[in-house]
């Protein structure tokens, strides 16, 4: 009998590992043969997105665009006889928010040996500033913000390279704070105004001179649009999120193509440094404006004659309206265009040339982008029903021409309504002959919550004149009678004429 040796348990597993790797090659093999296109194609996709995720997470610098649109940017520096009647360039803001215009006082006066002795004349103080500004055109047209350059006795700009010129002011729009400065040249770089608007998120980049650091960049975001800041009547500014800080006032915002899309001119700060909160007048507004600078040296804006306010869920309640849409007009100006085609005191316009409007913000920004002498077709509400007018624009007053003034009023008081103290207006002086004047206003009343304050006239009461204080009292008593929650006061102040809607049900 011939002995026969056992397979090892390595060669065994040897050998069918040799078996099973055998099959796996065959099988893939054959499925090679039927799917080797659609498996190049995919690995070429694959390749291709992983490139892509490759692209997307690489960061991306700035740097190319800020080589094409800093030599454009300027600084402008100002000196400023200073006196008593206008000892400040800034405007007037809400509290938190201010213009970041660069200033610091300069006193021209040479030493003398008695300086500082109360009996002696001082000549007129200097103060300078500095802020920043930009190139439109080659031949030396640039654009900074108004209170930069207001009164202003001597301009001069800074180039990025260096290079100082004196600059002259063409004329400048105090409602949006911009201003056009001419540089004797040509040949300057100079940079593009966006022809569309940022959306919300998109990057943008500020360049200025914060603090007198000149072709400073910052980057950031569009952090919202249409902001109502209360500067004034025309405002709807870009907010953006890229640093600005004291000098930066007149600056442009570039978007990542370098096109202007912004002049920036005010921060919201409560501490006066960047926060993240900045505002820029945007490139559409300063297109129209630069473009009638340039022209004329001024800026004329259509006009319909009316003092307006918003469409509170207050008062809509009290007009009966279904919605706050619309401009609530709370004073015609006599003889104005407005009144001439028959609007009144209490009417709300809701659309101008048959677009629908959504608040008196808007409706003074339409009216104000058309010319004086065009006519606008005006759709209103007056006493619940809806009528179209014709109203022939003027040209809207300056703003001393529109500003009305206030003074203490003091005298006889009555018993207290709804957080007030009334009297009637004539029995008290500078308050006029019609209505009744407020002689106190409890702050935590509904009155005060409202913004009522001491002087101001109530001319009407739910739509009727009203003369003492019963009459208002009345006027009350017939609202809660008729189950109203609401009653529209008609009331002039020192800011002009506005509807405040109270409660009628407490006393």
């Known amino acids: 009998m011939t002995a026969t040796t056992p397979p090892s348990p390595g060669g065994f597993l040897k050998g069918r590992r040799a078996l099973l790797l055998g099959t796996t090659i065959l099988s893939l093999g054959a499925a090679a043969l039927f799917v080797a296109p659609d498996a190049a194609r995919h690995a070429a996709i694959a390749q291709n997105v992983t490139q892509q995720a490759q692209t997307v997470q690489r960061p991306v610098g700035f740097a190319d665009i800020v080589e094409k649109v800093k030599p454009a940017v300027i600084a402008v520096r100002v000196k400023v006889k200073e006196g008593p009647e206008n000892s400040s360039f800034e405007g007037q803001f ?40 930009f190139f439109i055109s080659p031949d030396g047209y640039a654009v900074t913000n108004n209170h930069v350059v207001d009164r202003a006795d001597e301009v001069e700009v800074q180039t990025d390279d260096g290079k100082t010129y004196s600059a002259k002011v063409i004329g400048t729009d105090p409602r949006t704070d911009l201003a056009l400065i001419k540089v004797d040249g040509d040949n300057f770089p100079y940079a593009k105004l966006a022809e569309r608007s940022p959306r919300i998120g998109d990057w943008v ?30 405002d709807d500014f870009l907010q953006i999120d890229a640093p600005v800080n004291k000098g930066n006032s007149g600056g442009p915002t570039f978007d990542i193509e370098g096109n202007v899309v912004g002049v920036n ?75 001439k085609a028959g609007i009144k005191s209490g009417d709300v316009i809701v659309a101008v040339n048959g677009e629908r409007i959504a608040n008196s913000r808007e409706l003074a920004r339409r ?43 003091s005298g006889p008081r009555d018993e207290m309504t709804l957080g007030l103290q009334l009297a009637p207006a004539s029995s008290v002086a500078g308050s006029g002959s019609e209505g009744v004047v407020v002689t ?16 101001d006239v109530i001319l009407e009461v739910a739509g009727k004149p009203v003369s003492n204080p019963s009459d208002v009292r009345k006027a009350l008593e017939e609202a809660r009678k008729d189950k109203k929650r609401t009653v529209l006061m008609r009331v002039k102040s020192g800011e002009g004429t506005r509807f405040v809607a109270l409660p009628a049900g407490r006393a």
């Open 265 to 339: 001119t005010a921060i919201y700060s409560p501490s006066g440094g960047n926060v993240g909160i900045a505002f820029a007048i945007p490139a559409a507004t300063v297109d129209s404006v630069v473009k009638q600078l340039r022209d004329k040296g001024t800026v004329t804006r259509g006009w319909i004659g009316v003092q307006i306010q918003p469409v509170t869920k207050d008062i809509a309640d009290s007009l009966g309206l279904k919605n706050t849409d619309g401009a609530l007009v709370a004073e015609p100006t006599p003889n104005g265009p407005a009144v």
């Open 440 to 455: 106190r206003v409890l702050p935590d009343s509904p009155a005060g919550e409202r913004g009522f304050k001491t002087g």
């Open 367 to 409: 009216i104000a982008q058309m010319a004086p002498g065009n006519t606008a077709r005006l759709t209103i509400l007056q006493k619940g029903s809806e009528k179209t007018v014709n109203v022939t624009l003027g040209e809207l007053p300056s703003q001393a021409e529109l500003r009305g003034g206030g003074e203490e009023r």
């Open 94 to 133: 809400p509290r938190g928010f201010e213009r970041f215009f660069r200033r610091f006082g300069e006193d021209m006066q040479p030493d003398m040996p008695n300086r500082g002795m109360p009996d002696m004349p001082r000549g007129p103080r200097r103060s300078s500033g500095q802020g920043s500004g």
């Open 205 to 234: 980049l500020a360049v200025g001179n914060p603090f007198g650091l000149s072709s400073t960049v910052t980057a950031g975001i569009v952090s919202a649009r249409g902001r109502d800041i209360g500067a004034g009547p025309y």
